[in-house]
């Protein structure tokens, strides 16, 4: 028997037989994806939209109850526009800007994210994660009707994994029974308890947090709450040490109350006892209680997120707390850096080697996301007296003195990372070009003339040409001129103080090189280290 | 070099007029609230600094590293 482990927001794989499990001999698949949570979808949709068929394998038939993810970062929307489901998602999502910040019974100050002018993309957008999963799996089922090899088989756990150097073989538990299967390549998105991480014997280490929180996702009856970020440090009404509120669509607002670390989870979790912190908060307000959950976290990660032919993603590889939303925002960023290098490996266009510069590169980004949600984590619970009382003394200070405000630390915001130090980066021959975009950078946004630029970037390898001719030869060429853009965002994004540029950008959006002409001879060469030859 | 940075020189002006202001500033204070004017001091004058080489080398000094 397999059995649920969480109630379903939306059945959307149901268990149907499959060929497999009627074959003779277990069936031999390129690529396996175990786990078909946002990563393993997305991973999914990454190698199908390639023409690469996929298999995906989950344990439940849908997707998972309850809001754990309500963050979503630029990056992430610009990966999903990728797939082709970005849209869907700004549509559905909401966009905030303004984050209010309390001490007790006082503001101590506000803040406007700003967002920067010439994206497609707001800097964030509020979507409960079950949404932000159904746009991948829906976008699966529109590829799949257009041909792409992707197949997700719901009721599907995979119960025993045996490793060789040519992959893995599989046994899968169904609710007709087991069967096996083979795979070149398997990816293993299960999760930040990932069975299959266990199952292989290997590590996952990192810092325990010794705190829980209490997640309240309630519906108002008279929703005149504003759209703003509020966080509260050691609130006057003591439902927790520090409490969150923030909205959702549909009417639903998050509401995050920490509540130490000697808890009894069932007592907490009981409805009246939910409600009394809630009452507390919200005064004489009527509302409906949609889900409720305590969580705890750690930070760690894998030591290696590759293991020959096993690969590892999402919060199988790395897990971070939830302040600074970069759990589910990085797992897009494992997938976005995986999926065009497990192509071109696939193909033969480049060697398996390519595949360690995945691990390097998002070893990067997961110590960077590390570190960053710790930060945010000491600022908010801190561990020690002296910790505390300088936490808040910036929060005091935060009130009326402006330079104290960018020490509070209420969670940064998620931002993709780059890959400084690659091997697959060309060292930077721009002169005068701007930092935000050397080598190793995610490409950021900018108007063109028909729309936005990363639209025309990204998938293959392309050339970017900035106010200068480039030949159509061996890789596409995106020509961009600054005239069309008054706003001179391209210019400050792409330029600097150069008046030209060429850069060369993978199929991630992320930046290889750039010169300010075009050199054949200079790309070629850019080229092979990208593709992980040289 | 980092420690070259950070004036451990005389640099105040009537010395013992000062400590009798950085002493005065506590009266009337419980240990706690001690603690946290010294927090609020440490921060305003760390970003009256400002200069991060100068910062950690005052803190290695504090610390007697
Ligand atoms: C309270 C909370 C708030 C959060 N807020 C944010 C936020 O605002 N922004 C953000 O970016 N992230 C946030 N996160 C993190 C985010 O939820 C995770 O990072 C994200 O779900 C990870 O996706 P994943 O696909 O790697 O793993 P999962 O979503 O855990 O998916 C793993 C899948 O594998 C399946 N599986 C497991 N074992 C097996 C097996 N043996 N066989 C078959 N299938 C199996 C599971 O059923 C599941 O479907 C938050 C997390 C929490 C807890």
Redesign the interface.
Known sequence: MIHDRYQLAFKLYPYARSADQDADAPVRHPVVVLGGGPVGIATALDLGLQGIPVVVLDDHEGIGQGSRAICFAKRSLEIAHRYGCGQAMLDKGIIWNLGKVFHDDRKVFEFNLLPEEGHRFPAFINLQQPYFERFLVERVRQAQAEGAPIEIRGRNRVDQVEVSDGGALLTVATPEGPYTIEADWLIGADGASSPLRGMMGLDFDGRVFEDSFLIADIRMVNDDFPTERWFWFEPHFKSGASTLLHRQPDGIWRVDFQIGWDVDRKTELQEENVRARLDAMLGDVEYEIVWTSIYTFQCRRMKKFRHNRVIFAGDAAHQVSPFGARGANSGMQDVDNLGWKLGAVIRGEAPETLLDSYDTERVHGADENILNSTRSTDFITPKSK?SH??R???L??AET?A??RP?VNSGRLSVPCTYDGSTLNTPDALEGGPARTRPGSPCPDAPVSDGFLLDGLGHGFKLLAVNTEVPQGALPVVSVSTESDPEGALAQRYLGDATTAVYLIRPDQHVAARWSSYDAQAVSEALSRAMGKV | MTEMLLNTQPNIADPDGFYAELIAAHDGLSDEESQTVNARLILLLANHVGDREVLRAALKAARGD
């Open positions: 002296v009382t300088f808040n003394a910036v005091d200070l003195n330079f104290a020490l």
